[in-house]
């Protein structure tokens, strides 16, 4: 099976739940259309995590949440119904720059951008190669 079709057929069981636990009236086809429109509205869902997202809506919510609370919702747990992963604290123990390497910088890149040196030239007058 596909996993389009896969993923469909987990939001048409997903969402049926939701339903019925919401006491509104299941049609088949507005199911089938519903989960269609779920796959797309809910791109950002892992299949995996489909159940748990509904199982979630269902218990938290007092009533049937629309397409765009649900993206909220979605949006506001994103760390626990998507494959979030933190980003990697970068420390930098090097030294930045002081005030007067900057100036002589700019002052090298203003002498590139007018021709008077070489790109290659002020690199090795700033001694970085």
């Not at 089938?32 to 748990?52: C, H, R, S």
């Not at 993206?71 to 994103?78: A, D, P, T, V, W």
């Not at 590139?112 to 190669?129: F, P, Q, W």
Request: hydrophobic share 35%; charged share 35%; glycine share 4%.
């Amino acid at each position: 099976m596909l996993e389009i079709e896969k993923r469909i057929n987990f939001f048409r069981a997903e969402i049926t739940k939701m339903l019925l636990s919401f006491n509104k009236p299941i049609q088949r086809p507005l199911v089938d259309q519903k989960a269609e429109l779920m796959a797309e509205t809910l791109e950002a869902l892992p299949t995996d995590k489909i159940k748990d997202f509904f199982k979630y809506i269902r218990t938290n919510e007092d009533s049937m949440p629309s397409d765009g609370v649900l993206r909220k919702i979605l949006s506001n747990n994103h760390k626990k119904f998507t494959n979030y992963t933190e980003e990697a604290q970068i420390e930098y123990k090097g030294e930045y720059p002081d005030e007067a390497w900057r100036k002589r910088f700019t002052n090298q890149v203003n002498r590139v951008i007018n021709g008077e040196i070489t790109s290659d030239e002020a690199k090795a007058e700033m001694g970085l190669i």
